[in-house]
Nanobody, 122 residues
């Protein structure tokens, strides 16, 4: 079965950096677009960043542009999210997701990981 497993979350001070990883198994990784979403306490899950199957195209939410970078290594079945200049409002559970499609709606994703918690202290 398909598994997406996130890692790299934790507690960091404002202004700091974290790198999230998501390892995939049970699917042809290089055929899927990969995305990161996040859900803060009491809020809906929101799109953060996405990357096309080849890695040639990337997409970001306005709130993270210039601070976060998504990348992938198809040979390792892994997608990354480098997060710099973190702010307390970035605190959330971060989810990795895979999609056959070309949109980055939560409802368009085919598979989800269980999430990793990122906490940014002020």
């Amino acid at each position: 079965q398909v598994q997406l497993v996130e890692s790299g979350g934790g507690l960091v001070q404002a202004g700091g950096s974290l790198r999230l990883s998501c390892g995939a198994s049970g699917l042809t990784f290089s055929s899927y677009g990969m995305g990161w979403f996040r859900q803060a306490p009491g809020k809906e899950r929101d799109f953060v960043a996405g990357i096309s199957w080849s890695g040639g195209n990337t997409y970001y939410a306005d709130s993270v542009k210039g601070r976060f970078t998504i990348s992938r290594e198809n040979a390792k079945n892994t997608v990354y999210l480098q997060m710099n200049s973190l702010k307390p409002e970035d605190t959330a559970v971060y989810y990795c997701a895979a999609t056959w499609g070309s949109t980055w709606s939560e409802y368009g994703m085919n598979y989800w990981g269980k999430g990793t918690l990122v906490t940014v202290s002020s």
